[in-house]
């Protein structure tokens, strides 16, 4: 049975005029707990649990989006990322305001 599992996702912001302007790489562990799975975001601290890995995963990627639109809303995201030992990649595209995780993120099962 598989009791923890790890990924990478990488994170989207899209600036409010519509261009995807930097994209960043979260670290993202999950640990079986009993009944529940908990996962957390190595990086920001954001933990979620819930029934099943896929919907701790889910939760997580909804929880980091949620955090970094109201940290960006109350201070300067940037300073926030450096902060917390985030590197910020440069990117280009045309979107919607915010922050959006990125989809097809690899999931890497640990233990027995």
């Known amino acids: 049975m598989v009791e923890a599992a790890r990924e990478s996702i990488q994170v989207f912001h899209i600036a409010t005029q519509g261009a995807l302007d930097f994209a960043i790489i979260l670290n993202c562990n999950y640990n079986r707990e009993g009944d529940q799975w908990v996962g957390i975001c190595d990086e920001l601290g954001t933990s979620t649990f819930a029934d099943t890995l896929e919907k701790t995963r889910s939760e997580l990627q909804q929880a980091i989006q949620l955090q970094l639109n109201e940290v960006e809303r109350i201070t300067d995201i940037r300073d926030y990322l450096a902060d917390n030992e985030?590197?910020?990649?440069?990117?280009?595209?045309?979107?919607?305001g915010g922050f959006a995780v990125a989809v097809g993120s690899n999931l890497e099962y640990l233990g027995a």
Do not use: N
């Not at 985030?86 to 919607?96: C, E, F, G, H, K």
């Open 86 to 96: 985030v590197a910020i990649q440069p990117v280009s595209q045309l979107r919607q």
